[in-house]
């Protein structure tokens, strides 16, 4: 059954303190995962979690966002609902995120649609049963981007995908969060990232230059100095650019649910994307409220059961519907 339209409980106004609350504070579930690695066609790996593998039931395959894990509260709350729904469900790990740093000098970035192309393709060949694709933040623009460009073949592959406050307009989110109160969630981001930049010059010490990458203060900054570089871009402006993933809303075949809330400290809403952006496979939600990757429901201390209904309920609809 799909869930009411999303509104915040009154206990929990705004923006900041719905996506604050949801990633650190709300009740979370407790979901015991499989790891499972696979050696990339480069040479490299990304590590997989599991919940139980249930023969010829649906797989939901989640796609995290920016520094993300099978740990984030919106994977353990959706796989959590999946293990009760009968469902299967896996969190695939970009490079890098599973808790060891990965082989190659490149890691993971917001346009890196030939990873998703080849993780699901090996799914879908492994796995009989329907498959569905989720992303949240960064993993929705990336699934978001492949499903664009994939067109029609994407349905050879998924029967329907879902983003959840992805940033399809990766200028106007970037540079939102290089200001004001903002700065606080760039600087939980650059901990880990310079962490891993560390890392990788201990791996690679010329990859680039440590000190300016140690002065950089927003996600620009890095991503000029760092990302960009690492993955065959001119800079952080023709990064964002290319692997922006709205211009490619237009092109998606498959049916996709579109989920932002337009209060998302991240997205400015006015960059969020209209029906005019979008083919008729896509479905946009945009309720008023539900902060970054938030959607906290009931009294408190509140629940994240709400954003895994929507989900289970979009898919089923299109597994019905097969």
Known sequence: MTPDPYQAPAWLPGGNLQSIYASRFAPRADVRYQRERWDTPDGDFIDLDWITVHARRPLVVLFHGLEGNARSHYSLSLMDALERQGWNGVVV??????????????????????????????????????LFAAGVSLGGNVLLKWLGEQ????????????????????????????????MLYTRMFLSTLKQKGLQKLSQFPDAFDEGAMRRVRTLYEFDNVVTAPLHGFRDADDYWSRA?????????????????????????ASSLPGPVDVSGSVSLEQPATGGHCG???GRFPGNLTWLPRRLIAFFSEHEAQS
């Open 244 to 268: 922006s993933s709205k211009p490619g809303l237009a092109a998606i075949r498959v049916p996709t649910l579109i989920l932002n809330a337009q209060n998302d400290p991240f997205i400015p």
């Open 151 to 182: 067109r029609e073949h994407a349905g050879e592959v998924v029967m329907a995908a879902a983003a959840i406050s992805a940033p399809t307009d990766l200028a106007a989110g970037g540079h939102n969060l290089g200001q004001g109160f903002n």
């Open 93 to 130: 790990h970009f490079r890098g995120c599973g808790g060891e740093p990965n082989r190659k000098l490149r890691a993971y970035h917001s346009g890196d649609s030939d990873e998703v192309e080849w993780v699901l393709r090996r799914l879908r060949a492994r796995f009989g049963a329907p």
């Open 295 to 297: 959607f906290v429901s």
